[in-house]
């Protein structure tokens, strides 16, 4: 079975950490995987987003519009730039808390982000909507983010990996001291599926 997986965010929300997991869990499980990146001006806060496809036959890492079975949105208004690649009835897991450009902070902007979660919501079949500052609180980091959006893309299925094929890969890819935080991360369940 083939998957095709689109993560998208701002840069220092760890996409490409969980790009890089989730092609490694492929790897581990004798998949054929595929992925490509484009990070732009990740360390300015820019957008960054990664493509990834698992199964055979792949020919290329890029994904085609309405060919993404999950986009995994680190960022609303990155989710809804994604949104022409998700394919019907497939699945979005979004972190609702904006990452605020500056040319909004420069321009005294109100976006909160909220108008992009319920854009999502009229369009998307199939909506994991995630609080992603109040999960991180509850997890004990600012920076598990990217492993608590992962396990609920995990938990809906849209992902042909368990939760422990991800800690497999973390274990030899996380620093030793980060892997425990990283677990909790990934088994977070206070979020709530949309219709």
């Known amino acids: ?3 095709n997986i689109l993560l998208c965010g701002v840069g220092g929300q760890g996409t490409v950490l969980a790009s890089k997991l989730l092609a ?3 790897m581990e499980k004798g998949l054929p995987v595929m992925s490509a990146e484009t990070i732009g001006m990740a360390q300015k806060g820019g957008s960054v987003f990664s493509h990834l496809r698992v199964g055979e036959g792949i020919q290329t890492p890029m994904l085609r519009e309405k060919t ?3 986009i ?4 609303p208004a990155e989710a809804v730039r994604m949104l022409p690649y998700l394919a019907e009835n497939s699945w979005v897991i979004v972190n609702k808390c904006p990452v605020i450009p500056v040319t909004s902070v420069l321009k005294a902007s109100s976006y909160d982000g909220s108008e992009m979660v319920e854009y999502l919501r009229r ?3 199939h909506l994991i909507v995630i609080d992603g500052a109040a999960a991180c609180r509850e997890v004990g980091s ?7 959006l992962l396990g609920a893309a995990l938990k809906s299925g849209a992902l042909p990996f368990t939760a422990e094929d991800i800690k497999s890969v973390m274990q030899k ?5 980060f892997y425990e935080l990283n677990c909790r991360a990934l088994d977070y369940k206070n979020y ?3 219709a």
């Open 1 to 3: 079975m083939n998957k």
């Open 24 to 26: 490694a869990a492929a």
């Open 68 to 70: 993404a079975d999950v």
């Open 72 to 75: 995994i949105g680190f960022e």
């Open 123 to 125: 369009q998307v079949k």
């Open 142 to 148: 600012p920076k598990a983010l990217n492993m608590v």
């Open 173 to 177: 890819r996380v620093k030793p001291q």
């Open 192 to 194: 709530t599926a949309e």
